[in-house]
Nanobody
Framework: QVQLVESEGGLVQPGGSLRLSCAAS????????AFWVRQAPGKGLEWVST???????YYADSVKGRFTISRDNAKNTLYLQMNSLKSDDTAVYYC??????????WGQGTQVTVSS
């Protein structure tokens, strides 16, 4: 069955960095796009980034220039490198498998808290 397991998030000071990873299994990882989606406290879901099967990347304006999505198809792993973190980046982050350009399976989510 499809499984997406995010790495542990954590508490980071403003301006700091953190890398999230997401281990995928149960499907051909390299054949599907992948997304990072987040949910801040008391808010709805917010798309963060997309990576296509050939490595094309897209970012929300709120994270452009600070976050980098990448994938290692040999390791079936998705990454999100987050730099220059702000308090507004505090959220639960989810990795999501694509199906027909839409959200399909979701990871369990990992908490990222940006605070001094």
């Amino acid at each position: 069955q499809v499984q997406l397991v995010e790495s542990e998030g954590g508490l980071v000071q403003p301006g700091g960095s953190l890398r999230l990873s997401c281990a995928a299994s149960g499907y051909t990882f390299s054949s599907f796009w992948a997304f990072w989606v987040r949910q801040a406290p008391g808010k709805g879901l917010e798309w963060v980034s997309t990576i296509t099967t050939n490595g094309g990347t897209y970012y929300a304006d709120s994270v452009k220039g600070r976050f980098t999505i990448s994938r290692d198809n040999a390791k079936n792993t998705l990454y999100l490198q987050m730099n220059s973190l702000k308090s507004d980046d505090t959220a639960v982050y989810y990795c999501v498998k694509e199906r027909i350009y839409s959200y399909d399976y979701w990871g369990q989510g990992t908490q990222v808290t940006v605070s001094s």
